[in-house]
């Protein structure tokens, strides 16, 4: 019987490292989860004269991918964009963050243009507001401008598969 | 060697003012207390186990730029850390608020701490009785002791 209490102690230990080791310390939880997304206004990066603002992205949900031309993990993450892009229902909006115009249009013919639109945040201050940490970072946000979701670092086919494309089919029922 | 020393050594120092110098100018030197105390409360999401004061990340410069924006609107200490923590979530507070999900760790230190207590107690406990010999074992020891004494 002695021995009962010294192994309970050593199972719970395992257990909680366990636990411990399949948890990502770099994932932090966004506070911005089904908060609307925020007011911006901002130019589009392919036209320096073209404003695009907050209101430009309701009425239906879309992909918020931020990227940036210096971001090698946003190489990793592109060409499954590029075919979501072309072979999904599913719009995509880039987000270029702490870039400049020529490296990012350059970048995009380099690799492909998966976006519909393109917004150019050169000094971050929608990536502030979307609290990015680490792009590439990529928000569902629905019809009616809320966040519902958040990927940070490169979106994989497996949380397309699992998270999002559910999400994105559920968003696009109408709601009763 | 013996010249490379005091070398490394000023480096290590220049180093260190690097660090904790900041560009920018305040207003007062409340205002450059505040930004200072701020900056070491708040945690660098890059380099997680940095404070914003002692990271060299981009996105902690970012952030410090914004905290000394702040101070200079004049906005107070709350004001500027419920906004960082409205972006980036309770993970920028080295010292998060107790809540639900905090709970474990405000209170699981506590709680380890009583565990050990409660397992000490009990081995103590289960020690006890055979601080007491039996009368049988008690006479063996002493006729035991008594033979070595007269050895010697």
Redesign the interface.
């Known amino acids: 019987m002695?021995f009962i209490?010294p192994l309970a102690?050593f199972i719970v230990l395992v257990v909680v490292l366990a636990v411990g080791l399949k948890l990502d310390?770099?994932y932090?939880?966004?506070?911005?989860i089904d908060k609307p997304a925020p007011e911006f206004t901002l130019t589009r990066l392919a036209d320096p004269a073209a404003q695009v603002a907050r209101q430009d992205l309701l009425g239906r949900p879309l992909l918020l991918n931020v990227w940036a031309s210096w971001c090698s993990a946003c190489r990793i993450e592109h060409p499954l964009l590029v075919e979501l892009a072309r072979r999904e229902q599913v719009e995509i909006i880039g987000l270029n963050y702490?870039d400049t115009r020529e490296d990012a249009a350059a970048w995009l013919k380099a690799h492909g243009d998966p976006y519909r639109d393109s917004i150019f945040d050169p000094e971050?201050k929608l990536g502030?507001?979307?609290?990015v940490?680490?792009v590439p970072e990529t928000f569902v946000i629905d019809a009616a401008g809320v966040i519902r979701y958040k990927q940070v670092g490169p979106l994989t086919p497996e949380v397309w598969q699992q998270e999002i494309k559910p999400l994105l089919a559920r968003l696009a029922q109408p709601r009763p | 060697m013996k010249r490379a020393f005091p070398a490394l050594l000023l480096a290590l120092a220049l180093g260190r003012v690097q660090a904790a110098d900041t560009p920018f100018e305040f207003a007062d030197a409340a205002t450059e207390q505040r930004y200072h105390k701020l900056a070491a409360e708040l945690r660098c999401l890059v380099c997680q186990n940095q404070s914003l004061a002692d990271s060299h990340a981009d996105l902690a410069q970012d952030l410090r730029d914004e905290v000394y924006r702040m101070l200079n609107e004049g906005r107070t200490d709350e004001e500027i850390v419920g906004f960082l923590v409205e972006r980036y979530g309770d993970f920028v507070l080295y010292r998060p608020p107790v809540s639900g999900t905090t709970s474990l760790l405000w209170f699981g230190p506590l709680l380890l701490l009583l565990g050990a207590g409660v397992v000490w107690w009990r081995m103590g406990r289960a020690r006890a009785p055979a601080a007491a010999p039996d009368p049988d074992e008690a006479a063996a020891i002493a006729a035991l002791k008594r033979s070595r004494n007269e050895e010697s």
Do not use: N
């Open positions: 002695r209490v102690i310390p770099r932090v939880p966004s506070p911005l702490k971050g502030l507001d979307l609290g940490y680490g």
